[in-house]
């Protein structure tokens, strides 16, 4: 192959005032390593959020709402930007502690962990959550799960749309109310999942680990194109690709925001380009990963997106 | 509090046939960094490995076997050192593919991956997969689906031990043969997954998505001491922590091997300090953290241990 | 201690049009992870840069001016918020290469090295320099040299402003006009340095590796109070911080830009915490690191606190 | 190009009492990710440690002295298999250190810094060291210094070499006795450098700071063959490439051993091909990069190769 250079690297710029997206410009004129990539991965969100025809999906792993990302991703779900949400069942739970009410407060990870065990507060890296907030939880989660009629058999995203209708604020009720779906293929894997256990306890609710995959899949295969906007790895990345395998396509645009590195082999670091040898990317995708702390980069392109598309 | 300086860091010395824990001891004199976490982690999971009152715990995430370290947990498994494990969708869809025979090969991550899709190996990092093997794992997943008798309900380890009962080497072998349960809580997030759900077109049996947790939480309840040796994070090292909550009790012993950090906030690089304000692991409990790629780090650990412990 | 919750995390929010410290302070509001560590910088370096009484060292390593990194540190030392500059020799040479008219152009990582080579592109990530660049800049150096008297002996800031007063752009030539130092202990690990060693086989200028120490020290000694803003660790880091080692006070204000970790042990990751055990930092200190890229940290920092700042 | 398949990938397998090497073997058998390249870097430096015709250039970085691999790379001095050595200024200030008698101690990285300020332990990630050392080394300095005749003119490896000539052990009394140079381009960055400062003030020798670079450079014109062992990445990488820049060759052998990642732009991180591009490592050169921390895979990588060799 023949290398071309491409155009000169411009010196970015910063000045007092300038908008977000003015910053990612001048990132993008600067052009290099992960600056560089959040611009090209601006240029490919803007075009997939703007493209009617494309089947938007939206992976939410990593600890996003108790780092306050839920906000985001709740208004992107309001304002019709994602059509099929796949979550990991941590982020779902911290998103309903904040829609009863309760919070998560700011800490420090320089701290005495099991002096913050006798506190009863639970950390997550910065983050402060009360234990009391589980009891309410509970109380919530119980009176919820109650409402399913006993000898039941449900999927997990009906699940989940059980629960967000129940909800004022957050991920969960915007997803209801938007009537998007919310996947969650590890939901036992959370709080939410030991709630339902307990409540499993003394009823009868059958909960079908597969129920969403036919509603899953449908949503590949009757995709014009796909789109894939992915915070951090994890089950909620590897599920939204493969669903793609089963159909002759493969998603058109792609964008990953993640903290970890290929070299180490795991999916949640693996390149987009990784995936287009599958056949879960299209060769002609377009397609950018970026390294580094999503609780900086998500707000960061989001923002410039949503200037760029102008709302 | 006052701070102690400890034993005075020794230069490690190494010689040509030394052995592996000799070695790891050199480690532990210098004992800095993640050496002297990797020699802490040592002197924990030997105690753990040799303690005949302590059920053991393993997670397994990151693509391990594609990576060539399932050997060493179907190895542990056959020499009685795990008593639970709980691992990631792919990790089992990968075992089965080596157990029936399919390989995965030495490859480059300097590639091109449109290429390598035209020419059907699907790439993990510097892996490559030919898809020929889907073939043969579909037959295969078929027809063990098909063995299953059609208006049942099961479970997910069910489900494994049925596959593994049906392979001859591998982590499912060794576990159906051990009769120790494979956890796998997000199975759909997985080829295994995918095959079920082309299995359930024609047929009707339900996977119960909770069907393992009370004899997850029944480990946890009933176990006189409990430790954890996880490789990655994710689901598997959030799914066993978890189920020690519904517990007034705590892991005593906890090895981490992870390729992530913890200034992300995300689980599979939260230190085990973070895991004690939870109360998932004890004030008192031996817990260490090596950071670094796991498939340097397992089979040092594991190789270290061995040696110490005599098999 | 007792741990205190603080404020409780607010989701974030963007919208259309925010300015950039709009969005650095809704990243505050969440306070999480780097996202929070960002903010906490923005408010440390916004009274770090306001305060007349404070002298500002700015350490520069790793390829900022490849990746469009300098015309933000130029602009900085135009507006007085630089009163000591200390690089790696690299930056410096890329720096005259921009300043001279040659460019670094936008490329790929994904290539063939060995027919860049024979293409004569020299790749930095994914930032192209053709060779012929290194035409003109030995031109340039060593008619540069060649204005220096033979016999002197100077130092390397000496040598740095000689450069400088011989360009029109750039920090080089920013800095001469501002008449700031800029310290380079390992000038002689870079083209710069090359270039000299080329002159010095037909002329006798002596370059004194401690020439510039007196008044390094001397701008700690003299200084009431000093920050320091770091860009990535490397010799700038550590001979900012060393040269405070030398009085009786520590830097009060201290933020840092790293992609590397602490538990690799190496100072580019260490945190800032550990520079107050040895007294470079003050323990009452505004101090913070944020990890990530600095292609993207530092502009977003130094956009958000310019908009504070109002200049 | 056409992708081919590799061998297969073998389970990797570890048993009680195996050897280094036989361990290095099984990773090189499971050939994936870091193990992968552990395992070829091993080949590699088996083939350039056994090649009489290649002059051996050691590149010592990050807080290897203070991390115990000090006697490491004593050691391979000794046994001849370094003939040039690269070092950061710190790592030959804590080798002094240790060679006059003082001591590095195991401490935690979970502490209070400021308390350990005031208890006079300056604080390496988890290794503590007594401020009480710098005392002796101070007088040790000084006195040392003192030897030095007024009004010369020393070039910086002559200053190491007659440090060394006065020590009985470590890296620097090693390089003394076998007659290697140690080069330390940023010595001026260490507590060695501040010490000479201090010496400087009532004394007249000039350090030149140029002065190695005939050396070195002849080092790498003369050399039938060159290789290069970089311990992490900084001045002593780029130090010991950019010298074979001004030849028409190349490094044949390459083996780097790196906490950093690429995508950051910056040097530490680069991979070897990268350097490729620049002419610093032959197109057909044996290069691999090993991403991890040094403390674990220098002395794995060391004992693999020297039980290979048979010393």
Excluded at 54 to 75: H, R, S, Y
Excluded at 141 to 156: A, L, N
Excluded at 289 to 297: F, K, N, Q, W
């Amino acid at each position: 192959m023949e290398h071309e250079c491409g155009t000169p690297v411009e010196q970015a710029r910063v000045r007092a005032g300038m908008t977000v997206n003015e910053l990612v410009s001048e990132m993008g004129k600067a052009g290099a390593y992960n600056a560089g990539s959040l611009f090209k991965a601006a240029a490919i969100l803007e075009e997939m959020l703007s493209d009617e025809s494309t089947v938007k999906f939206f992976g939410l792993a990593g600890a996003m709402v108790p780092g306050g990302m839920g906000g985001i991703v709740e208004d992107l779900i309001r304002d019709g930007y994602i059509d099929v949400l796949v979550s990991t069942g941590a982020n779902l739970t911290h998103d309903v502690i904040e829609a009863i009410g309760c919070r998560h407060y700011h800490g420090s990870e320089m701290c005495d962990d099991v002096e913050l065990f006798e506190e009863e507060i639970n950390r997550i890296y910065d983050v402060y959550l009360p234990s009391q907030a589980f009891i309410s939880f509970e109380e919530f989660m119980q009176e919820t799960f109650g409402e399913i009629e006993d000898g039941t058999t449900i999927s997990i995203a009906a699940m989940c749309r059980h629960i967000g209708e129940r909800l004022d604020s957050g991920i969960l009720a915007a997803a209801a109310e938007a009537n998007i779906p919310v996947y969650c293929p590890a939901l036992q894997d959370s709080m939410i999942g030991l709630q339902y256990w307990l409540f499993n306890q003394t009823h009868k609710v059958t909960v079908d680990a597969f129920g969403d995959m036919n509603r899953m899949l449908d949503a590949c295969f009757t995709a014009e194109r796909a789109g894939a906007l992915l915070v951090g790895g994890g089950v909620p990345k590897n599920y939204i690709f493969q669903s793609m395998l089963m159909t002759p396509k493969g998603f058109e645009y792609a964008v990953q925001l993640t903290g970890d590195r290929p070299d180490l082999g795991g999916l949640s670091g693996a390149t987009l380009d990784e995936a287009k040898s599958w056949g879960k990317v299209t060769g002609k995708a377009g397609a950018q990963t970026v390294y580094g702390d999503a609780t900086i980069t998500l707000p960061l392109l989001i923002a410039a997106v949503r200037e760029r598309i102008g709302r």
